[in-house]
């Protein structure tokens, strides 16, 4: 099953802590930075895989750590029309849960699983 623990900072930049090579196959056909050349070392981490999370998905990120709870993120309608042109036409659903913040970098770890494609 596409699993990973994700860290996200507030400006959209992703890096995988850990995952397995289907979630990041995935995700990195969607989620590519827009200018990955201006990233430094820190935002590529340690295993040098790296995303560009968009606005709308950040505040769903942002609403999934006030809820505490997992959440069902579902990426199929218009709402995320603006972005989806990268994602080969394919629509996803995904279970996130907010894990915790660093206390020295400020970036978000969260726990996704894709539950389809």
């Not at 099953?1 to 995988?16: I, K, N, Q, R, T």
């Not at 080969?88 to 699983?113: C, M, N, P, Q, S």
Request: glycine share 10%; proline share 4%.
């Amino acid at each position: 099953m596409p699993a990973g623990v994700l860290e996200v900072s507030g400006d959209g930049m992703g890096c995988y802590i850990r995952s397995n090579d289907v979630l990041r196959r995935f995700l990195n056909a969607w989620f590519s930075p827009s200018n990955p050349e201006a990233m430094t070392e820190n935002d590529l981490g340690v295993a040098g895989f790296h995303l560009g999370i968009p606005d709308p998905i950040l505040q769903i990120l942002t609403d999934i750590k006030e809820k505490g709870t997992w959440e069902r993120l579902e990426i199929k309608d218009d709402k995320y029309r603006a972005f989806r042109e990268n994602m080969l036409g394919k629509d996803g659903t995904f279970f996130v849960h907010y894990l915790a913040e660093d206390g020295i970098t400020g970036r978000e770890a969260y726990l996704v699983v894709e539950i389809s494609d």
